[in-house]
């Protein structure tokens, strides 16, 4: 019988993710989507992408709408979010938890229903990383310590460390007469750690699913290399033909403190520092989507 899997977080990049690797596996898994709003345009886009799957409203915040949602669950693919408004909001008045406690929620409600398996990407504590140099990067510290609450629960935990993302680009564009410029809080000269978290986020989950024995607490780095902003806006130009430029803007991010202080930890140590990881492309057998493969695609975006 197929597997129930409830995906938290079903609209966005990482679940619309799941979604698409794992729908084509009806044999294996059963899909459940979870949104706190059945009525908004992406769920409807992927009613109609994925007609088998079944949708659920709940919210992180209301751990009684999670119980009822993960009611009969096998696997839960869990996501947070730490840029949503209501977090923001928490976050800016000092509740500096927030995120966790929504995972612990979300935690929570899944023991309460024995769920046997959560899928779930952390980030590096980047208080722990830095040696108390970098203590407010509340996004980083607060999923660290959600993976550490899934490891103290009775629930087999499944980890996914994953680089930035390609499709940030996307959204950190401007035009300039006829050039592209792509702002991000990145100097130029910097490498960090890159993926395409629509096409090759999914597969990871559907690899450690596929071999719980192998994987069950194990962190998989989902990167499919180390890139500056200078090298994604030349990809760009080779794929459209556009003049292209990167430019490290980071004024408007640093307006706030714990946004620059995680952007600063990354820019020193690094993304996927401190933590053992297995690297994910040396064993799944699609490979990853490069700066070039992801422009192809995105070939007729203009901002």
């Known amino acids: 019988m197929a597997e129930l899997i409830v995906v938290v977080g079903a609209t966005g990049f990482q679940g619309g993710s799941v979604i698409r690797a794992l729908s084509v596996s009806a044999d294996k898994y059963r899909i459940r989507g979870v949104s706190r709003d059945l009525e908004s345009a992406r769920v409807k886009e992927l009613q109609k992408l994925y007609p088998n799957i079944e949708w659920v409203e709940a919210d992180l915040d209301n751990p009684a709408t999670l119980v009822k949602a993960f009611a009969g669950a096998d696997i839960v693919f869990g996501n ?3 840029f949503q408004p209501s977090i923001r909001e928490r976050i800016d008045a000092g509740d500096y938890d927030a995120e966790f406690t929504q995972g612990k929620n979300m935690v929570d409600a899944a023991v309460a229903q024995g769920v046997k398996h959560i899928v779930y990407s952390p980030i590096v504590n980047a208080t722990e990383v830095s040696k108390g140099k970098y203590t407010n990067a509340y996004d980083a510290d607060g999923k660290a ?135 994910a492309r040396n064993n799944i057998k699609k490979p990853f989507t490069n700066p070039d493969q992801f422009w192809a695609k995105h070939r007729d975006f203009r901002p």
């Open 145 to 279: 310590k959600l993976k550490q609450y899934i490891e103290d629960s009775p629930i087999d935990g499944y980890f996914i460390y994953c680089g930035f993302y390609f499709q940030n680009s996307l959204r950190a564009a401007r035009r300039e007469g006829e050039k592209v410029i792509f702002e991000y809080p990145l100097p130029a000269d910097v490498k960090q750690p890159y993926v395409d978290i629509e096409d090759d986020y999914g597969n990871i989950v559907e690899l450690m699913l596929s071999d719980r024995s192998k994987y069950k607490g194990k962190r998989l780095a989902a990167v499919e290399g180390y890139y500056t902003g200078t090298e994604i806006a030349e990809a760009f130009t080779r794929a459209t033909g556009i003049e292209a430029e990167y430019r490290c803007v980071q004024e408007y991010y640093y307006q706030i403190p714990d946004i620059k202080s995680i952007f600063e930890f990354f820019i020193e140590f690094d993304a996927m520092d401190g933590v053992d990881m297995t690297d």
């Open 80 to 82: 947070t979010n730490y």
